[in-house]
């Protein structure tokens, strides 16, 4: 088992990291004045106000509230945990991720996730190795075209008939239960009745981008319900943020340009078959906006291919709204509806590589399904359809970050029905207005501004600017200190002090864990009026530590002299309180 990542790693890491070009890889900024913007990544919105700042190495968005350091964003923008985001950042930088000796682990605690991914990985060795041995599996898959090493490229499975195969087939049984449980592999009834979740079905190991099995889909072979099982949402697993072969699809195309989206796992493995290995599938579900924010993240042209019945139809639409809010300058968007009947696995079995691959450059715009699919159900030729086709579209329309799409799309709806663009861009009904200011899957805004007092002002200095923990020295009592916020301000102060070097982002991201990293947050973005110099910031750091001094000095006196009153003080006490009398 892997060990801790060394604080000092972590701290060198984020102070080589800039988050300007940690973000601009993902969101486009544009310089304004000392800052950077953008629209914001986390809600809709039509004016920018997602702000970086270079100088303070913070991200902050006046709209949702949302805002934190390089490893934050990662963390929120890629769904990543904390040692995936220092990973995934170590990357960027070539940097390979050293570990401590685990050697202590046992202090520390078992890693709960890197055993849920041992296991896991158990399973697919496991399920592979049956594979091997299954004529009936090894049968279906030629049936259905797939090679030998195809199944091992996407590393394809056997889960046997049967109740408790992986029961009986997973050593050290009594310790790993419960980590096959949490995993998903195995469902439990009542204490002791447990069983497989997975029987006599062709197993989909599901890897995370780092090629990691996080968990599985399995198919049928014989008939049944329901012919795809999945896995659960478990710590290492959500199924609406990953997709199946998208590891692979990275792995196969170095220069990969474009992704298509399908409905099942067997269509992935069919379409790489077949020479098109850039196919990804849900799972289980519709296509959602972090599916779709993860594959523009490694690609500038998305294809949905549905079949073209109505529930084909009903799924590319919920794509497409999801597309919606995703859309940049740049990116792209289409659909492909294969013939009744079809899917992609039987269609490029029955016409090969080069036939489907001309049905996907041919596939429908965006803009040309959403207005199409509008127009099915509107009379554009009267000025009742008009107004209905403008009621329908504004609200779709509106969750487009402001764009020259945007722009597009609006110049064709007023071609559409006769309207300025400027006059449909200027109404807004209230489900528009809703789209853009009022996400609903968004947290409300922060609560109020942080309150305007010394012990904030030097928390806020010192965080933005270590080095004026050098400047000023800040007394020992204040780390027992019964006044709010001085026992969190020497704790910065002492963690600077042993760590010169650190940055501002590094000695917020120490307290990631901590109750107080909230607060923190907040006056990572503070300005401390007057503070805009160097001189200033040590001028004003320092009278802010004095008045604190005082303050701490008089509460300590009316401590000591209640105490003399309610039964005398100590030697040590009554020479402090003397001290204290004489100030």
């Given at each position: 088992?892997?060990?801790?990542?060394?604080?000092?790693?972590?701290?060198?890491?984020?102070?080589?990291?800039?988050?300007?070009?940690?973000?601009?890889?993902?969101?486009?900024?544009?310089?304004?004045g000392?800052?950077?913007t953008?629209?914001?990544?986390?809600?809709?919105?039509?004016?920018?106000?997602?702000?970086?700042?270079?100088?303070?190495?913070?991200?902050?968005?006046?709209?949702?509230?949302?805002?934190?350091?390089?490893?934050?964003?990662?963390?929120?923008?890629?769904?990543?945990?904390?040692?995936d985001?220092?990973?995934?950042?170590?990357?960027?930088?070539?940097?390979?991720?050293?570990?401590?000796?685990?050697?202590?682990?046992?202090?520390?605690?078992?890693?709960?996730?890197?055993?849920m991914?041992?296991?896991?990985?158990?399973?697919?060795?496991?399920y592979?190795?049956?594979?091997?041995?299954?004529?009936?599996?090894?049968?279906?898959?030629?049936?259905?075209?797939?090679?030998?090493?195809?199944?091992?490229?996407?590393?394809?499975?056997?889960?046997?008939?049967?109740?408790?195969?992986?029961?009986?087939?997973i050593?050290?049984?009594?310790?790993?239960?419960?980590?096959l449980?949490?995993?998903?592999?195995?469902?439990?009834?009542?204490?002791?009745?447990?069983?497989?979740?997975?029987?006599?079905?062709?197993?989909?190991?599901?890897?995370?981008?780092?090629?990691?099995?996080?968990?599985?889909?399995?198919?049928v072979?014989?008939?049944?319900?329901?012919?795809?099982?999945?896995?659960?949402?478990?710590?290492?697993?959500?199924?609406?943020?990953?997709?199946?072969?998208?590891?692979?699809?990275?792995?196969?195309?170095?220069?990969?340009?474009?992704?298509?989206?399908?409905?099942?796992?067997?269509?992935?493995?069919?379409?790489?078959?077949?020479?098109?290995?850039?196919?990804?599938?849900?799972?289980?579900?519709?296509?959602?906006?972090?599916?779709?924010?993860?594959?523009?993240?490694?690609?500038?042209?998305?294809?949905?291919?549905?079949?073209?019945?109505?529930?084909?139809?009903?799924?590319?639409?919920?794509?497409?709204e999801n597309?919606?809010?995703?859309?940049?300058?740049?990116?792209?968007?289409?659909?492909l509806?294969?013939?009744?009947?079809?899917d992609?696995?039987?269609?490029?079995?029955?016409?090969g590589?080069?036939?489907f691959e001309?049905?996907?450059?041919h596939?429908?715009?965006?803009?040309?399904?959403?207005?199409?699919?509008?127009?099915?159900?509107?009379?554009?030729?009267?000025?009742?359809?008009?107004?209905?086709?403008?009621?329908?579209?504004?609200?779709?329309?509106?969750r487009?970050?402001?764009?020259?799409?945007?722009?597009?799309?609006?110049?064709?709806?007023?071609?559409?029905?006769?309207?300025?663009?400027?006059?449909?861009?200027?109404?807004?009904?209230?489900?528009?207005?809703?789209?853009?200011?009022?996400?609903a899957?968004?947290?409300?805004?922060?609560?109020?501004?942080?309150?305007?007092?010394?012990?904030?002002?030097?928390?806020?200095?010192?965080?933005?600017?270590?080095?004026?923990?050098?400047?000023?020295?800040?007394?020992?009592?204040?780390?027992?200190?019964?006044?709010?916020?001085?026992?969190?301000l020497?704790?910065?102060?002492?963690?600077?002090?042993?760590?010169?070097?650190?940055?501002?982002?590094?000695?917020?991201?120490?307290?990631?864990?901590?109750?107080?990293?909230?607060?923190?947050?907040?006056?990572?973005?503070?300005?401390?009026?007057?503070?805009?110099?160097?001189?200033?910031?040590?001028?004003?750091?320092g009278?802010a530590?004095?008045?604190?001094?005082?303050?701490?000095?008089?509460?300590?006196?009316?401590?000591?002299?209640?105490?003399?009153?309610?039964?005398?003080?100590?030697?040590?006490?009554?020479?402090?309180?003397?001290?204290?009398?004489?100030?």
């Amino acid at each position: 088992m892997a060990g801790r990542i060394p604080q000092s790693f972590i701290d060198d890491l984020i102070a080589r990291a800039d988050i300007v070009e940690v973000i601009n890889a993902r969101v486009p900024l544009k310089k304004k004045g000392r800052e950077y913007t953008a629209c914001c990544p986390f809600h809709n919105e039509k004016t920018p106000s997602f702000t970086v700042s270079e100088a303070k190495q913070f991200y902050h968005c006046f709209g949702c509230g949302a805002h934190g350091t390089a490893i934050g964003f990662l963390m929120e923008y890629e769904h990543l945990d904390f040692v995936d985001a220092i990973e995934t950042l170590a990357a960027e930088y070539h940097l390979e991720v050293p570990r401590e000796d685990a050697g202590d682990q046992s202090r520390r605690g078992p890693d709960q996730k890197q055993a849920m991914y041992d296991i896991l990985e158990r399973v697919s060795q496991l399920y592979q190795q049956q594979l091997r041995q299954s004529s009936k599996a090894i049968d279906y898959l030629k049936q259905r075209g797939l090679s030998g090493e195809i199944a091992k490229r996407y590393q394809l499975g056997y889960a046997p008939d049967g109740w408790h195969f992986l029961l009986e087939n997973i050593d050290d049984k009594a310790l790993n239960i419960n980590k096959l449980k949490s995993s998903g592999l195995i469902i439990e009834k009542s204490p002791g009745k447990r069983y497989d979740r997975f029987r006599d079905r062709i197993m989909f190991p599901i890897l995370d981008r780092r090629g990691r099995t996080i968990a599985f889909g399995g198919r049928v072979i014989d008939q049944g319900e329901p012919k795809y099982l999945n896995s659960p949402d478990t710590p290492v697993f959500h199924k609406g943020y990953e997709l199946y072969g998208f590891y692979e699809a990275r792995q196969a195309v170095r220069n990969l340009q474009r992704i298509v989206v399908v409905e099942g796992y067997m269509d992935v493995v069919a379409l790489a078959q077949n020479g098109i290995e850039y196919a990804v599938a849900t799972l289980g579900t519709a296509t959602t906006s972090d599916q779709i924010q993860k594959l523009f993240r490694s690609v500038h042209e998305v294809i949905f291919c549905y079949d073209g019945d109505r529930a084909g139809q009903k799924a590319a639409w919920r794509a497409l709204e999801n597309t919606l809010p995703v859309l940049r300058d740049g990116l792209e968007a289409r659909f492909l509806f294969l013939p009744e009947g079809e899917d992609p696995d039987s269609l490029v079995r029955a016409e090969g590589r080069d036939a489907f691959e001309s049905r996907l450059n041919h596939a429908v715009p965006l803009s040309e399904f959403l207005f199409s699919h509008l127009l099915e159900d509107v009379d554009a030729g009267s000025m009742d359809g008009k107004a209905r086709l403008a009621n329908e579209a504004k609200p779709l329309l509106a969750r487009i970050p402001e764009s020259v799409f945007r722009d597009l799309m609006y110049q064709r709806l007023s071609e559409l029905v006769g309207i300025s663009q400027e006059k449909l861009q200027a109404t807004r009904t209230a489900a528009e207005t809703k789209a853009i200011h009022q996400p609903a899957d968004l947290p409300a805004p922060t609560g109020k501004d942080v309150k305007q007092n010394a012990t904030r002002d030097a928390i806020a200095l010192m965080l933005q600017h270590p080095e004026l923990a050098t400047e000023t020295d800040i007394p020992d009592a204040f780390a027992t200190a019964t006044i709010q916020g001085f026992p969190l301000l020497h704790e910065l102060y002492r963690t600077i002090r042993e760590n010169p070097a650190i940055t501002s982002s590094a000695l917020l991201e120490r307290w990631r864990d901590k109750k107080e990293f909230a607060i923190l947050q907040k006056l990572m973005q503070r300005n401390v009026f007057g503070t805009e110099e160097k001189a200033d910031q040590v001028a004003v750091f320092g009278d802010a530590i004095q008045r604190l001094v005082m303050k701490y000095k008089d509460e300590r006196f009316e401590i000591l002299e209640s105490r003399l009153k309610q039964g005398g003080l100590n030697e040590t006490e009554l020479e402090e309180y003397k001290s204290l009398l004489a100030r």
